[in-house]
């Protein structure tokens, strides 16, 4: 019963019950929606080409880049988890690789995150799971490499980009694996974590574990969960390009930069009468999480350098690593990408100024005066690097035009002021 352009929901299934409940469109109120469904036919065959991708782990230095098809990573994990007596009771994909999945359309994703849910009751889980993974990154080097003289400490600082645990209320950790041109790879071992999105279209979640026990079987079910709670309204602001979330005081901080993020990219609040009100929550956490300049400043930087930036145009004195980028890999290194990625940096950083000017309703106003005039400075560092790239590869025009945006009442969308 499977068809080629929608997922058919489980009709059974109904919400998380820790997520609460939405209404379809055309329900009454007693209709409870679904969070999952199954993939269609076309959906599971669009994951089966990215498990199958190859990815590249890059390595620090003289060490050698890890390349792999996505799927032998998984399960080259999966399997040192296992061996360490903390396998995860499946696994799951989501981020923009999940997004892309179940897509209508066609569109680029730099990240991959996978999350494997575990138990972090025992204490020591935390560095077995640690354990696990470097194991695993061993045995994934190239076979020519000597890996006798490979140590923990050793691996942390060539293939790992940046790493996080988290043990207070919710139990968590993270290890993001290295690359240069922005196809990034997070892990993610979850206990507990009571935020999982930020956005509906950021909130699917595939289980891998069908695929990854039979990858070549024809029929095959897979399912898939929004953790917004309602999976077809979810598809519809994915496929519409619209913003909407729940409880967004839940919302951490740098759900700020996601926001301003998606509106660069062209979507828009499904509730325009509620945009303000959103913004304002998420300027306030911003605020909360960032209370000092300097760490505002590092979380922006970051920012820029894991979703638009490459090793090809950081920031000058940037603090961040090289890392994610929004364009593919093979279009990484040219000059048009390199300069749509400039561009898109700079809209993002006037976008954001114009939030923060409009929305913050927390601070003092110099304390608001000091955060702009530091996001400006970004701003100006990057349309000097969009002076600088035209000029040096003789492309047509200069200086970019700042564009102010505005937000009228009740709008959507942020309107270009000339």
Known sequence: MDSDSEIWPRGLTTTNPGNGTARMKGENCASTASSTAHLSDRQVERLRSVLSERVDIHGRGNFPTISI???????????????????????????????????????????????????????????????????????????????TRITVDTLKDIYIRKMVKVDESDRWSLFSLHNHFGRCIELKFVDKMRRQFEFSVDSFQITLDPLLDNFECPEIKVLIE?????????????????????????????????????????????????????????????????PDISLQESKLRNYLDNHFGSNYDTLSTSCGEDTDSEASTSQASSHPSLLSVQQSKYDFLLLLYRVISESTVCLMNHERRQTLLMVDRLAYQISMNLYHTRNSHDLTGGPQKQTLLYLPKDSSQWIPVI
Do not use: W
Request: glycine share 6%; with cysteine; proline share 3%.
């Open 69 to 147: 098809r996505l799927i032998d990573l998984i399960v080259c994990v999966r399997e040192k988890l296992r061996a360490y007596g903390v396998g995860p009771r499946q696994v799951k994909m989501n981020g923009g690789a999940a997004s892309y999945v179940v897509a209508a359309d066609e569109f680029s994703y730099a990240d991959l995150d996978l999350i494997f849910p575990i138990s972090f009751e025992r204490e020591q889980t935390f560095d077995l799971v640690r354990t696990a993974v470097f194991t695993a990154l061993v045995e994934l080097m190239p076979e020519e490499t000597d890996k």
């Open 226 to 290: 929004s953790v917004f709670g309602d999976i077809r309204m979810a598809l519809e602001h994915l496929d519409q390009r619209l913003i909407d979330t729940r409880r967004p005081e839940e919302i951490r901080g740098g759900g700020l930069l996601k926001y301003c993020h998606l509106l660069t990219r062209g979507y828009k609040a499904a509730r325009p009468t509620k945009c303000r009100q959103l913004e304002r929550y998420m300027c306030s956490r911003f605020f909360i999480d960032f």
